[in-house]
């Protein structure tokens, strides 16, 4: 169930939305990096979850959910997520967006089983 | 430039992050109306912007961008958008899940055109 709120804490917490437009570069070297910072950021403490997006045209959006600014800025500061950061300016995308938030409220609807 | 500061305030402003699964209902008449939803809600007062995406599984997000929330709750309850929730619960989602958040900082980067 990825749209339930089972991962989710009572907001507050946090979200950053980056927002991409990829580069014509190599399509398996971003997919092997895209995978690697997946399974580095679940490993970090504080982390919530991820979603990714990439509609036909290039434009894509992740989204990181973390428990608090802590975690956001450690992640933000890794070692190895600093590399990725560099290639991602230097040859992966052609423009992105960071927006950093503060989830206030939440909800979720399921369709019943019979409906 | 789609991912431009230009179109944004300073933060703090609100950003709805809306995820959903599609059902497999009709597909022109999903357009239809998700067409007619950014139509509308581009003319609601605060709204500053609207950007979505879908994967081929049928998962996607829509986040839109609003001043305050007065403007999100004008929104939200809205005649024809609350019609239009009323069609997503009953036939065009499988289920979603929505979070109101606060964006409290941004940045963005854009390639020099000689990079």
Redo the contacts between chains.
Sequence with gaps: ?????ENRPEPPYY?V?F???R?SSDSDEYSQLARRMVELASQQPGYLGM?S???PDG???T?SYWADWAAIANWRTHAEHRLAQKQG??KL???????????????????APN?
């Excluded at 169930?1 to 709120?5: E, K, N, V, W």
């Excluded at 995308?93 to 369709?111: M, Q």
């Design positions: 169930m990825p749209l339930s709120l979200a939305i927002t991409s437009l580069s979603t997006f990439r509609n434009l894509g959006v989204i300016r230097e995308y052609e423009e992105f967006r960071i927006e950093v938030c503060r989830v206030e409220d939440h909800s979720a609807y399921k369709r409906d």
